[in-house]
Structure formats: structure tokens, C-alpha cells
């Protein structure tokens, strides 16, 4: 789901709670919100109380290597962003508040530390990312545009940065980075005024370098208590210096196994130090350390190691802890706000998080001995998963709980087929599922008289595997140039099966690997003839095959990588097969031999797999995406968890295909009684012009009926045993309307309920839509396909916010089915748009009801290949009954009415404290949408959220844009134009714009009309 579309994902989790190793943690500056970042990628969101409490809250999902820092982006409270950064060199900035990607990039280096600063330039505030990691310098990067601007580099020992640390003065405008290379060699950097406004790649140099003897520093941190101290911790040991002259103070050395990570000043005479397996401890600095001592920088020069200060808590390692494949991340925050608290939060591999909380004074205790801190707070996601009342659903939980047990069985590989609409899913007990997907999202989200079914929704169940099925594959949905009926999947058990999706029929088993298959693929388009009928597998032996569908049989077997399989190329003009191991070796076979043997190797470097696939066809087995209203996809956080579904609704492509169905059901005024009657009465011109109307109607049913019967003549073979298959299909996965039990769902889900009852049991009795019976996760897709998901968890956090906002207790009845438009400002104008462009889409189409039997089948479903057993035999079409004016009239109300309420009286009907308005930048950007009914529905949104916020509201909005829209000085190809209050009166001229459109995209464009024509658009 790529483009400008209107994409909304709805996700169904499962009760397993995904994968979450921690690598990297941060808490906002306003200490209601911690971002974790894991090794596998993600980004996770929790929401944390003044009791401190910790509730997850969603998941951000768009790096593809793990992440290696976090830093905050911004100093203001009401722009809440961060930026992440990743192994692979990607750079992402988010909004915190809503999971929006704001601005991404890729750069040729990794960061391992990137710290936020910011300068004052006049009245205007700027923000700066500075970045060290695997480079021998200190990048500066602008905090908005993520666009490096110039570099700190060494020129005396230039090294790779271990750590730094921005030292800010108070009395002067000259701000200091300190840093520590690799080999213990300190650095220090003065940046001013002038060369913060440095835009160039001019490099900056330090103004000292002094080597302290720090090898392998873990972290450096100044002293903002009394400015004038940093600690330098080490492994094995830490030392306190004088930001001064840089002398050495203090340094207290490991005695024992322990390894130290890192550390914090937490008072101006303690210090906090944590170790590698999750390990703290807290230290009272001796007064030669302390500047407001007398003793202060007694010991210079004299100071002897291992002398050891006194300990004041110790922070232990639970001994319950369950074995962590990697060790846990500690920082340490404390709050410039109140209540002034002071955190140690860690995270580790299992995606638990524990809090303790600092305390200001010291224990009355004898100095020999050191109090253990209690945890505050600690909680991980399957906790918070556990916790829930209903538990999170998955995909076809309905169908995958077994007798005397309570956990469903798991789904360990999907794949989804949008011209049948139908999932696939194979689980862990290697049975595969094929189920309508809408039908079964409606049982998981919706309630109804399906929740009363057992069974439901009508499936097939294919069983051949003997364990777990790990991958499923559908060719035909790659290329067409495989058979229809054809459904390949792999195994634990070593075995690759390939099944006829519509009897249900096991055609073919392969055994030709030594391992568990791992990965399908279909091979691109221009390879030889036999090889465009195969399949490649690969399996965990390090082996890799291709498997004839035509064949049935094994045309080559590549088994003699000595290492893991990470990538599959393919160069079809010289028939090669390239395959990259983890070790870098490359391995070049040759794929239309038809004997399983090597014909060539060649072992390179894993950077010459692009020279060796430099043909255009190299991608082809990568799907091409066509717009379909419904996508089900699979997702996995880590490759040992069980698929979580995410259903991707265009909005547009859902639109459209509704009006094409529309302009494909037959008129039912040119059959019914009424009309004949009408023409009856008429001229005889109009009535012969109906009878040729009918007459031709006729006439096309009668060529079809007899072209059915000369074919069935011809393929007597053929038309037996289509009709033996679709007697064996389950009638359910074809009687049902595919596009209408979308858009059911789709606005079933979207609707705010419990805010008009009248309009409530319209929409339930007239137009068919379904009540959700629990919260729904819903996502939002933003720049560069970066997404954002919600847990099931976050309705724990939105009723903690509300109750907060309303002063009273809530219940979870009071979100379920309008949380959402609380939840952020983006996601309510994504809503928005899409509830109120569908329903004007459905209140001008006839009988546009989800209740009646037009839902069971499409009007008119595209031909498909011949000979496919999914073509049913065509039947006349039956004559269309008679519509009620009076029953559609009340559709078209109900549709109308549910339009005018989200699109005016929303804010009003919820509550602004539990409402959170559209963005008029989103709305701006669609002003003039391709697609006719999401520019309307933006237009008449925008209009009414500017008529809310008052005259005080638009020139609000109008100031914040100003300094962003551009200046013109030539008053002769520039026209005025006007702000427009809500009472209709044009008042002062805002700016200058040209002719040549330069403000398209802006927010004035929709709030501003020309003085002399109609409202300019973009």
C-alpha cells in the first residue's frame, strides 16, 4: 500500500504478546511516555502515570535493523518527537503522539548515540541532532529535515566516538562537546552562535584533545547539579574528572566479574553506575569530588585507584528472572517538572520493563552496609496481553480453539488472495485453514448472530503436514502464468506440498530437502519454460531447490552451501541461480541443467551479488501491488512468533469498485410494474424504446445461453469435473459479496456508536451495520509506508486520559466503538475522511444496505480464465424485484445522516475533552484528491472545522503558517487574497501569491478565496 492512497489498517494481534528485545530506551522529558527500540526493529510505545504506571500502548514499525539509539527531537511539549536510528544507517523522525513517521532517511553510517541541542538564532528556535557511532567524527544533523549540515572532526588521533556529552553554559553563548574515542583520548569541541548556523560541510575542529586513558568508554555525563563535573564510566572501572581542566578527581575500579555499562550523576555528591547484567548501584563521592567542599580537588594528582566510595543502595538483580538472551538497558531520568521524580528504568529481552524509583535522602544505616531498593513498578508485554478483559483475538481464534484447552492454536504462516478473498493459514499443528477473511474478521471485531455459530464462518481445512507449517505460497497471485488452483506450502517436516485450493486435494508431496523449509519464492518472468513452472525452495539444511509444478518432480538441488541462506537472486539470461550465504560466500548455479548436481561455483564477496543480478528481471518474484479495497497481511515482529493480521482498507479502491458494481446492477426501472405501466400510458415512441430495451436484454441471455450450451458440448470431459468440484466447495466461500462485506466491516468498525441511538438502530436494523463488541487496533500508514499500530493494550491508557480529561471514572463501554477519535489528531482525520467518503458513496448508490440477498453474491463477477473451476456455469439472470421508494428513501437518510454526524456534530455529540480535532494540513492535502468523494468529504471537513474553531481558531492557524509560506516581491503577476471568517465577509488581505501555484499543498489555499473569481484550489 504505497502512493497517496487512503490506507487504514485495522490488526488483530493474537493473544502472544510480539517479540520485544530492548536495545535501546528514552522517557520524555514530560515523564508520561517511554520509547523502547528492539533489536528486531520496532518501536514501542508505553504510557506511563504520575503513580508510575506502565501501560503499552502501540508499535512503530519501519526500520529493518535494530535500533541503536533514541533521542528526543524537540524542547516544546505540544511537538512531542524523537528520533531513532538504526544499524543499517536509517534514520527516522516520529511524532510521539500519534506514531507518525515525520521525516525519514538512510546515511552510509550507523549511530550508536545521538544527543539533542538547541540554539537560539534571533526569535527563532532551532534544533540539532548530534550523531557519533562507526566514524571517525561527530555529525550535526538539522532535527527537522534530518539533513546533515557539517561534521566536529579530530585532527590530532582521529578515532572512532565511544560517547559524548554536551556541556551547556548559563553564562556565556559558547556551548562545549565533550567526547571519548575508542582509544581513551578526550575530545572537546566549542560551538557558537556562528557555527550552529553553519549549513555547510565544512568541517569544525576541537579545540583540545587530552588522552585521560579511558579505553573502551561505556558512557560520559556532565553535572548539571554543580556544573562542574563529568563521570566517565568504563568497564572496569569509573572516574570522576573536573570539567575544568579535565584533571582526574575520583576512579574507583571493578573488583570484581562485573562489567559496568554505564552511569549518572543523580546528586551533586552521588552517582548512580549500572552493570551488563542488570545491576545497580548507588555512591556517595568523596568531598574531594564536591566543589562546594573545602576538600575539593585535594586528591589531584595523587589519586590512588581502588579506593572505593561508600555504597548508598544496591539495586540487585531479581533471582527469578528468566535467562535473557542478551543483557538488559538501564538509564537513569529525573523530571525538571513535578513531581520531580527520579527513574532507573531497564528493559530487557522479553520485553519487560521495571521501574524504581530514586529516593532524595540517604538511609539511616550504618555506612558499611547498603539498603537494596524495591521495584516500583515492572510489568512486560505478555503481562500486559494477560491482563486483558476480553483477551486480544486473532485472525480465526473461532475456528483454532480445541476441546478442554484455552490457548487456540497458533498460526504460523498466511497468505491472502484478494480475487477470492480468501485466507490461508497454516498453523502450528500443520493443518491449513481457508476462510473468507472479511466473514472471519466480522467474527472477531463485530457482534451478531454469528457469535451464537459454532464454526463459523464455513472453512475448509487441508492436513498433510505432520508439524508445523511454515510457509504458504500462492503462485497465480505472482504470475498468472501458473495454474489457479494451485496452493504450494512448506514444513517442519521437511516436506513441500503442493494442494488444489479448490477441492481440497493433496496433488503432489516433495521430499527433497534435509531441513525445515524456510522460504518460497516464484521465479521472475523471462527465465526458461521449465523453469517458469517451478517453485524455489529453500530449507534450513543450507539447501535450495527448484520444484516443477508441472513436472511434479525436483529439476535442480543446490545443497552444498556449507553456510545459512540469506538471499535469493536470479539472472534469467544466463539461466543463474545466486545464492548469498551468511558467511559473505556467493554461490552461482546454473538452473536449467535438470540434474541435481553443481555445475559451477564461485565464491565472492556478498557486495558482488548485485553485479552478478544485473538483469531488470531480477525482482520478479516481488509481487506487484494492484489496488484492492481488502489486504490481509501477515506480520511477525520476530521469526519465532505466531503471525499477528493486518487488514489494509483502500479507501479509494473500495470506493470505486463499489461504483462499479453499482454501474453494473441492471436497472430495476426497466422491468418493474410500475414502469410498464407508466409506459403503457405514454407515446408509442417510448413505449417501443422500452420494448427494444427488452428485447435486447433478452436477446444477449439467449446468445449466452446458447454459446454455454455449444461449449458444453465441445468440453463434456471438463464440465464433469467442474461439476464433481463444486460440489465438493463449501458453498459459503462463494455466495457472499466480497466489496459489500468489506465496506460492512469497514464502516462497521469506523462508525462512533453510542452517540445518536436513533441514528444507532438505524444503521443496525436499515443499513445492516454491526455494533463492535471490544476496542479495535487500529493503525495509521505515513510517510514512506512507516506504520504505526495500536496494542490491545491501549485502551487501558485512553481510559486513563479520559478519565483524567473528564474528571470521572469510565468504564470500558464508554470507548468501545468511538475511542478512536481520542485517541490522536491524525488518526481522527484519517477516520473521518473515510467514514464520511463512504458514506456519501453509499447514500447515492441503490439499495446500498448491508441487509438483503444482494449481499450474498456480486452483481456481476469479471470473467476468469477458461477452464478454471472457479468459473460457475452462467445462469439467466433472474428478473430484479421491485424496489420500495419508501425503504430506499430511508437509506438514503441513514447514510446521509451518519455522514452530517461525523462531519459536524462529532465534536459536540463526544465531547472535546474526549475528542482530538482533524489536522487542516491532512485535510489541505486533500483538497483536490484524485478521488472525487474523498475530495469532497476533505472539503466539507475542512470547512467545518474551521467554521468550530472561530475567528481566534483561524488566525491561529493562519500565524503558525505565515512564517512558512513564501515571499513576493513582484506585484505584477500577483493577486490578492482574502481570509474568509465563518460569518462569509472577506477580510484583510493576508499575503501576496503568484499565478504559478507555488501554494499548492498549503493550508491558506482552503482557507482563502481570490477577490475577483471563484475559491482558488491547488
Given at each position: 500500500m504505497s502512493g497517496n492512497n487512503l490506507v487504514l489498517p485495522i490488526v488483530l494481534w493474537g493473544r502472544t504478546a510480539p517479540t520485544h528485545c530492548i536495545s535501546s530506551l528514552l522517557v520524555m522529558d514530560d515523564f508520561s511516555t517511554i520509547i523502547t527500540g528492539c533489536h528486531d526493529g520496532q518501536i514501542c510505545l508505553w504510557d506511563m502515570t504520575p503513580e508510575l504506571e506502565i501501560c503499552p500502548r502501540a508499535m512503530l514499525f519501519g526500520h529493518t535493523a535494530s535500533i541503536t539509539c533514541l533521542s528526543k527531537a524537540s524542547a516544546c511539549s505540544d511537538k512531542q518527537y524523537i528520533v531513532s536510528a538504526s544499524e543499517s544507517g536509517e534514520m527516522c523522525l516520529w511524532d510521539v503522539n500519534d506514531g507518525r513517521c515525520i521525516e525519514f532517511t538512510k546515511l552510509a553510517c550507523a549511530h550508536i548515540g545521538i544527543q539533542y541541542y538547541q540554539f537560539t538564532i534571533g526569535t527563532q528556535r532551532e534544533g540539532r541532532l548530534l550523531c557519533n557511532g562507526h566514524y571517525p567524527e561527530i555529525l550535526v544533523v538539522d532535527a527537522t529535515s534530518l539533513e546533515v549540515l557539517y561534521s566536529l572532526v579530530s585532527k590530532i588521533s582521529p578515532d572512532w566516538i565511544s560517547s559524548m556529552s554536551i556541556i551547556r553554559s548559563h553564562r556565556t553563548q559558547e556551548d562545549t562537546v565533550v567526547a571519548v574515542s575508542v582509544t581513551g583520548i578526550l575530545k572537546v569541541w566549542i560551538i557558537t552562535p556562528e557555527v550552529s548556523r553553519m549549513q555547510d560541510l565544512d568541517p569544525v575542529f576541537e579545540e583540545e584533545s587530552k588522552p585521560i586513558y579511558c579505553q573502551g568508554c561505556q558512557s560520559i555525563s556532565f553535572c548539571t547539579f554543580t556544573q562542574s563535573s563529568l563521570l566517565v564510566v568504563c568497564s572496569k572501572y569509573w572516574r570522576v574528572f573536573d570539567a575544568g581542566d579535565y584533571s582526574l578527581l575520583c576512579s574507583v575500579s571493578n573488583d570484581n566479574d562485573q562489567s559496568w555499562t554505564g552511569g549518572e550523576f543523580i546528586a551533586a555528591d552521588k552517582v548512580i553506575i549500572w552493570t551488563e547484567d542488570g545491576c545497580s548501584y548507588i555512591y556517595k563521592l568523596p568531598a574531594s569530588c564536591l566543589p562546594a567542599s573545602e576538600h575539593f580537588r585535594s586528591d589531584v594528582g595523587k589519586t590512588k585507584e581502588g579506593s572505593i566510595p561508600p555504597l548508598v543502595y544496591s539495586i540487585a538483580d531479581r533471582s527469578d528472572k528468566q535467562l535473557l538472551i542478551c543483557p538488559p538497558v538501564t538509564r537513569f531520568f529525573f523530571s525538571r517538572r513535578e513531581p520531580f521524580h527520579k527513574l532507573l528504568i531497564q528493559g530487557d529481552s522479553a520485553g519487560r520493563m521495571t521501574l524504581w524509583s530514586i529516593p532524595d535522602t540517604s538511609p539511616l544505616q550504618p555506612q558499611s552496609t547498603s539498603t537494596e531498593l524495591q521495584v516500583s513498578f515492572t510489568i512486560s508485554l505478555q503481562e500486559a496481553f494477560d491482563k486483558l478483559t476480553p483477551v486480544s483475538s486473532g485472525i480465526i481464534d473461532q475456528l483454532s480453539v480445541l476441546p478442554g484447552k484455552d490457548e487456540p492454536i497458533k498460526v504460523t504462516a498466511s497468505v491472502y488472495i484478494p480475487s477470492q478473498g480468501r485466507l490461508v493459514c497454516g498453523r502450528e499443528d500443520g493443518s491449513i485453514i481457508l476462510v473468507p477473511a472479511t466473514?472471519?474478521?466480522?467474527?472477531?471485531?463485530?457482534?451478531?448472530?454469528?457469535?451464537?455459530?459454532?464454526?463459523?464462518?464455513?472453512?475448509?481445512?487441508?492436513?498433510?503436514?505432520?508439524?508445523?507449517?511454515?510457509?504458504?505460497?500462492?503462485?497465480?497471485?505472482?504470475?498468472?502464468?501458473?495454474?489457479?488452483?494451485?496452493?504450494?506450502?512448506?514444513?517442519?517436516?521437511?516436506?513441500?506440498?503442493?494442494?488444489?485450493?479448490?477441492?481440497?486435494?493433496?496433488?503432489?508431496?516433495?521430499?527433497?530437502?534435509?531441513?525445515?523449509?524456510?522460504?518460497?519464492?516464484?521465479?521472475?518472468?523471462n527465465c526458461s519454460t521449465r523453469v517458469q513452472h517451478c517453485v524455489c525452495s529453500v530449507a534450513s539444511d543450507h539447501s535450495v531447490g527448484l520444484l516443477s509444478l508441472r513436472e511434479r518432480k525436483c529439476i535442480m538441488l543446490a545443497s552444498r552451501h556449507l553456510f545459512p541462506i540469506q538471499v535469493i537472486k536470479w539472472r534469467p539470461a544466463d539461466d543463474y541461480l545466486v545464492v548469498g550465504c551468511s558467511d559473505g560466500s556467493v554461490y552461482v548455479w546454473q538452473m536449467d541443467t535438470g540434474k541435481n548436481q553443481r555445475t559451477r561455483k564461485e565464491v565472492f564477496s556478498l557486495r558482488t551479488i548485485s553485479i552478478l543480478t544485473l538483469s531488470p528481471s531480477s525482482e520478479g518474484n516481488l509481487p506487484k501491488y494492484s489496488h484492492n479495497a481488502l489486504v490481509v497481511q501477515a506480520m511477525k515482529t520476530n521469526l519465532t512468533d505466531p503471525d499477528m493480521h493486518v487488514l489494509f482498507f483502500d479507501v479509494e479502491a473500495v470506493i470505486i469498485q463499489l461504483l462499479t458494481e453499482e454501474a453494473q446492477r441492471p436497472n430495476p426501472m426497466l422491468v418493474s410494474p410500475e414502469t410498464l405501466q407508466k409506459s403503457q400510458a405514454g407515446a408509442d415512441k417510448g413505449g417501443s424504446l422500452l420494448a427494444h430495451k427488452i428485447f435486447k436484454q433478452v436477446k444477449e441471455t439467449m446468445k449466452e445461453t446458447i454459446k454455454e450450451h455449444l461449449l458444453d458440448e465441445d468440453e463434456d470431459e471438463e464440465e464433469e469435473m467442474r461439476r464433481r468440484e463444486e460440489k465438493s466447495k463449501s458453498l459459503s466461500l462463494l455466495e457472499y459479496n466480497l466489496t459489500m462485506d468489506t465496506a460492512k466491516l469497514f464502516m462497521s468498525c469506523l462508525h462512533a456508536w453510542g452517540l445518536n441511538e436513533q441514528l444507532d438502530t438505524i444503521c443496525l436494523e436499515r443499513l445492516g451495520m454491526l455494533r463492535p463488541h471490544c476496542p479495535i487496533s487500529f493503525g495509521l500508514i505515513s510517510r514512506g509506508g512507516h506504520m504505526s499500530l495500536m496494542l490491545p493494550t491501549f485502551k487501558e491508557s485512553l481510559l486513563r486520559q479520559l478519565s483524567l480529561a473528564t474528571g470521572r471514572k469510565l468504564s470500558l463501554s464508554d470507548i468501545v466503538g468511538k475511542g478512536t477519535y481520542g485517541v490522536s489528531r491524525a488518526v481522527t482525520t484519517h477516520h473521518l475522511l473515510s467514514v464520511i467518503s463512504l458514506a456519501n458513496t453509499l447514500m447515492g448508490m441503490t439499495n446500498a444496505t448491508f441487509v438483503g440477498e444482494h449481499m450474498k453474491k456480486a452483481p456481476a463477477r469479471p470473467p476468469r480464465p477458461g477452464g478454471t473451476p472457479e468459473t460457475p456455469r452462467r445462469t439467466p439472470a433472474a428478473p430484479p424485484q421491485p424496489s420500495n421508494p419508501a425503504l430506499q428513501a430511508q437509506i438514503k437518510q441513514g447514510w446521509s445522516q451518519l455522514a452530517a454526524m461525523h462531519c459536524v456534530m462529532l465534536p459536540d455529540l463526544l465531547g472535546l475533552d474526549k475528542f482530538r480535532p482533524p489536522l487542516l494540513e491532512m485535510l489541505a492535502r486533500r483538497w483536490q484528491d484524485r478521488c472525487l468523494e474523498v475530495r469532497e468529504a476533505a472539503q466539507a471537513l475542512l470547512l467545518a472545522e474551521l467554521r468550530r474553531i472561530g475567528q481566534s481558531g483561524r488566525k491561529e492557524t493562519i500565524d503558525m503558517w505565515a512564517p512558512y509560506l513564501p515571499q513576493y516581491v513582484d506585484t505584477v503577476s500577483s493577486r490578492k487574497y482574502h481570509f474568509v471568517p465563518a460569518d462569509g465577509k472577506k477580510g484583510e488581505s493576508l499575503r501576496s501569491f503568484t499565478r504559478n501555484g507555488a501554494l499548492k499543498c498549503s493550508v491558506c489555499v482552503c482557507v482563502c478565496v481570490c477577490v475577483q473569481e471563484s475559491p482558488c484550489g491547488c
Amino acid at each position: 500500500m504505497s502512493g497517496n492512497n487512503l490506507v487504514l489498517p485495522i490488526v488483530l494481534w493474537g493473544r502472544t504478546a510480539p517479540t520485544h528485545c530492548i536495545s535501546s530506551l528514552l522517557v520524555m522529558d514530560d515523564f508520561s511516555t517511554i520509547i523502547t527500540g528492539c533489536h528486531d526493529g520496532q518501536i514501542c510505545l508505553w504510557d506511563m502515570t504520575p503513580e508510575l504506571e506502565i501501560c503499552p500502548r502501540a508499535m512503530l514499525f519501519g526500520h529493518t535493523a535494530s535500533i541503536t539509539c533514541l533521542s528526543k527531537a524537540s524542547a516544546c511539549s505540544d511537538k512531542q518527537y524523537i528520533v531513532s536510528a538504526s544499524e543499517s544507517g536509517e534514520m527516522c523522525l516520529w511524532d510521539v503522539n500519534d506514531g507518525r513517521c515525520i521525516e525519514f532517511t538512510k546515511l552510509a553510517c550507523a549511530h550508536i548515540g545521538i544527543q539533542y541541542y538547541q540554539f537560539t538564532i534571533g526569535t527563532q528556535r532551532e534544533g540539532r541532532l548530534l550523531c557519533n557511532g562507526h566514524y571517525p567524527e561527530i555529525l550535526v544533523v538539522d532535527a527537522t529535515s534530518l539533513e546533515v549540515l557539517y561534521s566536529l572532526v579530530s585532527k590530532i588521533s582521529p578515532d572512532w566516538i565511544s560517547s559524548m556529552s554536551i556541556i551547556r553554559s548559563h553564562r556565556t553563548q559558547e556551548d562545549t562537546v565533550v567526547a571519548v574515542s575508542v582509544t581513551g583520548i578526550l575530545k572537546v569541541w566549542i560551538i557558537t552562535p556562528e557555527v550552529s548556523r553553519m549549513q555547510d560541510l565544512d568541517p569544525v575542529f576541537e579545540e583540545e584533545s587530552k588522552p585521560i586513558y579511558c579505553q573502551g568508554c561505556q558512557s560520559i555525563s556532565f553535572c548539571t547539579f554543580t556544573q562542574s563535573s563529568l563521570l566517565v564510566v568504563c568497564s572496569k572501572y569509573w572516574r570522576v574528572f573536573d570539567a575544568g581542566d579535565y584533571s582526574l578527581l575520583c576512579s574507583v575500579s571493578n573488583d570484581n566479574d562485573q562489567s559496568w555499562t554505564g552511569g549518572e550523576f543523580i546528586a551533586a555528591d552521588k552517582v548512580i553506575i549500572w552493570t551488563e547484567d542488570g545491576c545497580s548501584y548507588i555512591y556517595k563521592l568523596p568531598a574531594s569530588c564536591l566543589p562546594a567542599s573545602e576538600h575539593f580537588r585535594s586528591d589531584v594528582g595523587k589519586t590512588k585507584e581502588g579506593s572505593i566510595p561508600p555504597l548508598v543502595y544496591s539495586i540487585a538483580d531479581r533471582s527469578d528472572k528468566q535467562l535473557l538472551i542478551c543483557p538488559p538497558v538501564t538509564r537513569f531520568f529525573f523530571s525538571r517538572r513535578e513531581p520531580f521524580h527520579k527513574l532507573l528504568i531497564q528493559g530487557d529481552s522479553a520485553g519487560r520493563m521495571t521501574l524504581w524509583s530514586i529516593p532524595d535522602t540517604s538511609p539511616l544505616q550504618p555506612q558499611s552496609t547498603s539498603t537494596e531498593l524495591q521495584v516500583s513498578f515492572t510489568i512486560s508485554l505478555q503481562e500486559a496481553f494477560d491482563k486483558l478483559t476480553p483477551v486480544s483475538s486473532g485472525i480465526i481464534d473461532q475456528l483454532s480453539v480445541l476441546p478442554g484447552k484455552d490457548e487456540p492454536i497458533k498460526v504460523t504462516a498466511s497468505v491472502y488472495i484478494p480475487s477470492q478473498g480468501r485466507l490461508v493459514c497454516g498453523r502450528e499443528d500443520g493443518s491449513i485453514i481457508l476462510v473468507p477473511a472479511t466473514q472471519t474478521a466480522i467474527v472477531q471485531l463485530l457482534q451478531g448472530e454469528h457469535m451464537l455459530r459454532r464454526g463459523w464462518p464455513p472453512h475448509r481445512t487441508l492436513r498433510g503436514h505432520r508439524n508445523k507449517v511454515t510457509c504458504v505460497l500462492y503462485p497465480y497471485q505472482v504470475s498468472p502464468r501458473y495454474d489457479q488452483r494451485s496452493l504450494v506450502s512448506g514444513g517442519v517436516d521437511f516436506s513441500v506440498i503442493v494442494w488444489d485450493i479448490f477441492t481440497g486435494e493433496m496433488k503432489h508431496i516433495f521430499c527433497v530437502h534435509g531441513g525445515e523449509i524456510t522460504q518460497l519464492i516464484v521465479p521472475p518472468e523471462n527465465c526458461s519454460t521449465r523453469v517458469q513452472h517451478c517453485v524455489c525452495s529453500v530449507a534450513s539444511d543450507h539447501s535450495v531447490g527448484l520444484l516443477s509444478l508441472r513436472e511434479r518432480k525436483c529439476i535442480m538441488l543446490a545443497s552444498r552451501h556449507l553456510f545459512p541462506i540469506q538471499v535469493i537472486k536470479w539472472r534469467p539470461a544466463d539461466d543463474y541461480l545466486v545464492v548469498g550465504c551468511s558467511d559473505g560466500s556467493v554461490y552461482v548455479w546454473q538452473m536449467d541443467t535438470g540434474k541435481n548436481q553443481r555445475t559451477r561455483k564461485e565464491v565472492f564477496s556478498l557486495r558482488t551479488i548485485s553485479i552478478l543480478t544485473l538483469s531488470p528481471s531480477s525482482e520478479g518474484n516481488l509481487p506487484k501491488y494492484s489496488h484492492n479495497a481488502l489486504v490481509v497481511q501477515a506480520m511477525k515482529t520476530n521469526l519465532t512468533d505466531p503471525d499477528m493480521h493486518v487488514l489494509f482498507f483502500d479507501v479509494e479502491a473500495v470506493i470505486i469498485q463499489l461504483l462499479t458494481e453499482e454501474a453494473q446492477r441492471p436497472n430495476p426501472m426497466l422491468v418493474s410494474p410500475e414502469t410498464l405501466q407508466k409506459s403503457q400510458a405514454g407515446a408509442d415512441k417510448g413505449g417501443s424504446l422500452l420494448a427494444h430495451k427488452i428485447f435486447k436484454q433478452v436477446k444477449e441471455t439467449m446468445k449466452e445461453t446458447i454459446k454455454e450450451h455449444l461449449l458444453d458440448e465441445d468440453e463434456d470431459e471438463e464440465e464433469e469435473m467442474r461439476r464433481r468440484e463444486e460440489k465438493s466447495k463449501s458453498l459459503s466461500l462463494l455466495e457472499y459479496n466480497l466489496t459489500m462485506d468489506t465496506a460492512k466491516l469497514f464502516m462497521s468498525c469506523l462508525h462512533a456508536w453510542g452517540l445518536n441511538e436513533q441514528l444507532d438502530t438505524i444503521c443496525l436494523e436499515r443499513l445492516g451495520m454491526l455494533r463492535p463488541h471490544c476496542p479495535i487496533s487500529f493503525g495509521l500508514i505515513s510517510r514512506g509506508g512507516h506504520m504505526s499500530l495500536m496494542l490491545p493494550t491501549f485502551k487501558e491508557s485512553l481510559l486513563r486520559q479520559l478519565s483524567l480529561a473528564t474528571g470521572r471514572k469510565l468504564s470500558l463501554s464508554d470507548i468501545v466503538g468511538k475511542g478512536t477519535y481520542g485517541v490522536s489528531r491524525a488518526v481522527t482525520t484519517h477516520h473521518l475522511l473515510s467514514v464520511i467518503s463512504l458514506a456519501n458513496t453509499l447514500m447515492g448508490m441503490t439499495n446500498a444496505t448491508f441487509v438483503g440477498e444482494h449481499m450474498k453474491k456480486a452483481p456481476a463477477r469479471p470473467p476468469r480464465p477458461g477452464g478454471t473451476p472457479e468459473t460457475p456455469r452462467r445462469t439467466p439472470a433472474a428478473p430484479p424485484q421491485p424496489s420500495n421508494p419508501a425503504l430506499q428513501a430511508q437509506i438514503k437518510q441513514g447514510w446521509s445522516q451518519l455522514a452530517a454526524m461525523h462531519c459536524v456534530m462529532l465534536p459536540d455529540l463526544l465531547g472535546l475533552d474526549k475528542f482530538r480535532p482533524p489536522l487542516l494540513e491532512m485535510l489541505a492535502r486533500r483538497w483536490q484528491d484524485r478521488c472525487l468523494e474523498v475530495r469532497e468529504a476533505a472539503q466539507a471537513l475542512l470547512l467545518a472545522e474551521l467554521r468550530r474553531i472561530g475567528q481566534s481558531g483561524r488566525k491561529e492557524t493562519i500565524d503558525m503558517w505565515a512564517p512558512y509560506l513564501p515571499q513576493y516581491v513582484d506585484t505584477v503577476s500577483s493577486r490578492k487574497y482574502h481570509f474568509v471568517p465563518a460569518d462569509g465577509k472577506k477580510g484583510e488581505s493576508l499575503r501576496s501569491f503568484t499565478r504559478n501555484g507555488a501554494l499548492k499543498c498549503s493550508v491558506c489555499v482552503c482557507v482563502c478565496v481570490c477577490v475577483q473569481e471563484s475559491p482558488c484550489g491547488c
